[in-house]
């Protein structure tokens, strides 16, 4: 008989998003019977729900005609992404900023989140590995299934990882370990509490990442909402960051490509990490293999769309979808704030992390909204154990819906 891979026997009961899901349509099963009932608001999940830029779409359709044609059709792609593609990300998103990264240092793929979980192919099993708490699931769940932990406590915490706990009392900003650690997961804006991080701090960082050998891995998913002018949009704006640091980018929360698929992962050429023997071997070239062996690749047609957002037109509409749901987290940040919540985040992120009230488990808290509100939110433990007591809502829906979402639950509160 074949043998599975026992790590993922020691994953927690259900990935967060799967059991938020579960746990509604449960509800709505309940809810569809009293036609009377309001609609349920999802401000859980972050997926974008306004339509993509104009100037993508001409791209795109423009692309579809492209290949009904001998001339301009394409078949396979580079796996590491067209050119013309990664060109215009290396100077707009990087050199404009003061970042020497190059075209060829950048890698078009189908999602951050993929590639945070994927990078993990290139390096070895012995790592000790840090992530903050509370942290992007998928961070921990990838080295669950890699094999670099051992089970999970009571709380959730899985034997083998470091966890940095952020919370109020150190302004969601973890502190450097004070101890060796060879992988180090950082998410600014940060997904779920929506803190960002000053100059300041990313130089700490990577100071310390380069005093110790380590790796960081930098998930600049939302930079596109920071609206602070002193505050870092890519780790490489820090001094020494390409000798320790691999970014991962995402035109899912800025240009609305969640159901297209299109981010980057950038490895400079002079990242270097040690083999078995000691040697230092450059990351490059094992990332490029990686790639070029289990990944064919984004579509041409994708592809001509997140090039699009680079055009003038495409930088005008980005900027819109950015300063709408970045209004609809000023919304929320302010409707709770009066209502008498303790609220977090929703200026520089487009998620509001707040304190549940009365004491609530961040579940119980979950239960609440949804059945007395009818509306979703994420619980702050499903980010970890110290994200109990906390609960994640996303500025990524209609205005109409956050605007009655905030009614309801203020009336309720």
């Not at 000790?128 to 094999?147: E, Q, R």
Request: aromatic share 12%.
């Amino acid at each position: 008989m074949a043998n599975i891979n026992d790590n993922y026997l020691k994953l927690k009961a259900g990935y967060l998003f799967p059991e938020i899901a579960r746990r509604v349509n449960v509800f709505a099963e309940q809810h569809a019977k009293a036609p009377s009932n309001p609609p349920i608001i999802r401000l859980g999940i972050g997926d974008v729900t306004e339509p993509l830029p104009a100037a993508c779409r001409a791209a795109m359709t423009k692309a579809v005609e492209d290949l009904g044609r001998h001339e301009s059709f394409h078949g396979y792609g580079p796996e590491q992404g067209y050119g013309w593609l990664r060109e215009k990300i290396a100077l707009h998103d990087f050199q404009a900023r003061g970042c020497d990264i190059d075209a060829s240092e950048i890698f078009v793929s189908d999602g951050s989140k993929c590639d945070s979980g994927n990078i993990l192919d290139i390096f070895g099993c012995d790592n000790v590995i840090a992530v903050t708490d509370p942290v992007y699931p998928v961070y921990v769940d990838t080295n669950v299934m890699a094999g670099h932990t051992g089970q999970a406590n009571d709380r959730g915490e899985y034997d083998g990882l470091v966890y940095l706990p952020i919370s109020a009392q150190n302004n969601f900003i973890a502190q450097i370990p004070n101890r060796k650690v060879d992988l180090i997961y950082l998410c600014f804006p940060n997904n779920p509490t929506g803190a960002t991080a000053s100059r300041e701090q990313l130089q700490a960082w990577v100071n310390y990442a380069l005093s110790h050998e380590a790796i960081i891995f930098f998930d600049a998913a939302y930079e596109g909402f920071i609206s602070d002018p002193d505050l870092p949009h890519s780790i490489y704006e820090i001094d020494g960051a390409r000798n320790c640091a691999i970014e991962f980018r995402s035109f899912s929360k800025n240009a609305g490509f969640t159901g297209t698929r299109c981010a980057l992962t950038v490895v400079p050429k002079s990242l270097k990490a040690r083999a078995k023997d000691g040697s230092l071997v450059e990351l490059w070239p094992l990332w490029n293999r990686r790639q070029a062996t289990k990944f064919n690749g984004v579509s041409y047609i994708v592809q001509r769309g997140a090039e699009a957002v680079y055009s003038p037109e495409g930088q005008q509409q980005v900027k819109g979808l950015i300063d709408f749901y970045r209004e609809n987290a000023q919304i929320i940040v302010q409707k709770l704030t009066a209502a008498g919540l303790t609220v977090y985040g929703g200026v520089n992120a487009p998620y509001v992390w707040l304190k549940t009230p009365n004491n609530l488990s961040s579940w119980d808290f979950f239960d609440w909204l949804l059945q007395e509100c009818h509306v979703v939110g994420t619980p702050g433990s499903g980010f970890g154990a110290a994200g109990e007591g906390y609960f994640r809502l996303s500025a990524f829906n209609s205005r109409h819906h956050v605007e009655e979402a905030m009614q309801r639950m203020v009336a309720k509160l």
